[in-house]
């Protein structure tokens, strides 16, 4: 089984700030296989981002994510209220698929 | 546009079992695989289990094998999982979500909205 291991566990910061979360895997991922949801308080997760890089029908280009082997990390460029949420990582390479712990983003 | 509806949850007895149900529309059900994920009170996103789009296939996460059955019924655009010997600890939010292709190992591109299982005496 790959663990996925999101870091920080909660990251606080402002309107208009950056955002960096990361992803670790216990072993090599194939940049195929491995995408972002969002998550809001009583809602469904929302896909954001895809094989690594890609973008979610929808999603605005503020959010992007890269990486590779055992490091994945999705950033968000600036912060719009709307993005404060728990983010997950997930790899559906084979299963069991996993997801990270989660990062929440939240108003500083 | 694309549906994803639970349904089937409630409370029920440590040991009793449930059948959840996820109606699709909006999309060919016949060619997408289907997952089940679930989400503890506060707590993270957990896999359970999958199906192929044709049923030929299943998986499940070892927390729950031999416990849980996963199924579709194609033709009435329908996906159930069945809940045996509930646990305490089986206490979640269960949501059905789709790939957008055949194959299973697949980003999760849309899911329903969920519906709460909670076991309790």
């Known amino acids: 089984e790959i663990v996925l291991t999101q870091s920080p566990g909660t990251l606080s910061l402002s309107p208009g700030e950056r955002a960096t979360l990361s992803c670790r895997a216990s072993?090599?991922?194939?940049?195929?296989?491995l995408g972002w949801y969002q998550q809001k308080p009583g809602q469904a997760p929302r896909l954001l981002i895809y094989?690594?890089?890609s973008r979610a029908s929808g999603i605005p280009d503020r959010f992007s994510g890269s990486g590779s082997g055992t490091e994945f990390t999705l950033t968000i460029s600036r912060l719009e209220p709307e993005d404060f949420a728990v983010y997950y990582c997930?790899?559906?390479?084979?299963?069991?698929?996993?997801f990270g712990g989660g990062t929440k983003v939240e108003i500083k | 546009q694309v549906y994803l509806v639970e349904s089937g949850g409630g409370v029920v007895q440590p040991g009793k079992s449930l059948r959840l149900s996820c109606a699709a529309s909006?999309?060919?059900?016949?060619?997408?695989?289907m997952h089940w994920v679930r989400q503890a009170p506060g707590k993270g996103l957990e896999w359970v289990a999958c199906?192929?789009?044709?049923?030929?296939?299943?998986y499940y996460a070892d927390s729950v094998r031999g416990r849980f059955t996963i199924s579709r019924d194609n033709s009435n655009n329908m996906l159930y999982l069945q809940i045996n010997s509930l646990r305490v600890e089986d206490t979640a939010v269960y949501y059905c979500?789709?790939?957008?292709?055949?194959?299973?190992?697949?980003?999760?591109?849309?899911w329903g909205q969920g519906t709460l299982v909670t076991v309790s005496s």
């Open positions: 094989a690594t890089s």
């Open positions: 997930h790899h559906y390479n084979t299963a069991p698929l996993t």
């Open positions: 072993q090599s991922v194939s940049t195929s296989f």
């Open positions: 909006g999309f060919t059900f016949s060619r997408s695989g």
């Open positions: 979500a789709k790939t957008p292709t055949y194959n299973v190992y697949n980003r999760f591109d849309y």
């Open positions: 199906i192929y789009y044709d049923g030929s296939n299943k």
